[in-house]
């Protein structure tokens, strides 16, 4: 194959967000301080290579909390619980820590206020996402209030409340800006009283990611998302780039790039999902440039600076 590509574009922001990094961060510290096994109430992020690494150190992931043995040490993932979930684990005595990322935290306390206020709620997100079985979970005042899942536009231009002078909007934290934007409009022509978040809940990250790949996608032939395929936010990016026109693929290691696709294209770029390892990506790059012989750019500057603490016994 005759490469035209002379540079390979890495897009700023990526990868990693605070949220992820404080929940790797706390089953690290938690395996070091109280030794293997510790137990993880689903994917910690949704990152194969960073479920493997844990595993390999102790972490043991379940689905369900009556799969922990007694006297245990229970750890959230980053995309929240619900309730019950927590509920059940006090009721057991088990020791655990809250790794859910805060922004998801931030959109439980929104769901908790408005039901308390007898408001019915509109959650936009993705059926059977781990974030948004949390937030419907912590919808808890079914007597005086009502929580709906809306997934399109397609929804919300059907959907039915029984409290339309009551109705309050949360989103999951990883969709599309794009995306949310235009469910909002229309739920919002429908419903002209309802209450939008005075901060779309779409987390700082996903914003950042996504704006750094809207601009690198009209600038490249071909996008490389590094990621893996259960992770929400990756997806969108990759959604993201077609969009704007860009061939894209989401992938977790170079194995997996079919090189043919690579034909013809002048301009490549990768950008990482906010659970993708840099490691990844400096690898994929790296194997690019050596079957390219392109050069590796930085594109822009990464001038994220947020940091999420840890739980006071872990720090």
């Known amino acids: 194959m005759e490469a035209k590509i002379k540079e390979i574009k890495l897009a700023n922001p990526r990868g990693f967000c605070a949220g992820v990094d404080r929940a790797i961060d706390i089953v690290n510290r938690a395996l070091e301080i109280y030794g293997s096994p510790v137990y993880v109430k689903h994917e910690v992020v949704h990152n194969k290579f960073v ?3 844990l595993k390999n150190k102790g972490a043991i992931f379940v689905e369900e909390i009556e799969e922990i043995p007694d006297n245990s040490l229970v750890i959230f993932s980053a995309h929240g619980v619900s309730n019950q979930v927590e509920e059940t684990t006090k009721s057991r005595n088990l020791q655990y820590f809250d790794a859910t990322c805060p922004l998801v ?3 439980h306390m929104e769901v908790i206020r408005h039901a308390r206020a007898g408001n019915d709620i509109i959650l936009i997100g993705h059926e059977g996402h781990p974030e948004v079985e949390g937030t419907m979970g912590r919808h808890i005042n079914k ?5 709906y899942l809306v997934q399109d536009d397609n929804e919300a231009k059907k959907i039915k409340v029984s409290k339309p002078e009551n109705l309050a909007i ?6 599309s800006v794009d995306d949310t934007k235009s469910i909002i409009n229309i739920l919002k022509e429908r419903f002209p009283k309802i209450k939008i978040p005075k901060k779309d809940d779409i987390c700082y990250a996903t914003q950042n990611r996504q704006d750094a790949v809207k601009q690198l996608a009209l600038e490249s032939d071909y996008m490389i998302v590094v990621g893996s395929v259960n992770s929400s936010n990756s997806n969108r ?3 993201l780039a077609e969009k704007c026109g860009c061939k894209a693929v989401l992938i977790d290691g170079f194995e997996e790039l079919n090189l043919n696709e690579l034909e013809g294209c002048n301009s490549i770029s990768i ?3 906010a659970s993708a390892p840099e490691e990844r990506v400096q690898e994929i790059a790296q194997a690019l440039k050596e079957h390219t012989g392109a050069s590796i750019i930085e594109n822009g500057e990464d001038r994220e ?5 840890l739980p006071p016994l872990l720090r």
Do not use: P, R
């Open 305 to 309: 600076n947020i940091f999420f603490k």
């Open 237 to 239: 990016l990759k959604e």
């Open 170 to 175: 949360v989103t999951q934290t990883t969709l």
């Open 51 to 53: 479920v493997e690494d």
């Open 105 to 107: 935290t931030k959109v």
């Open 143 to 147: 007597d005086s209030s009502n929580i």
């Open 271 to 273: 950008t990482a999902g």
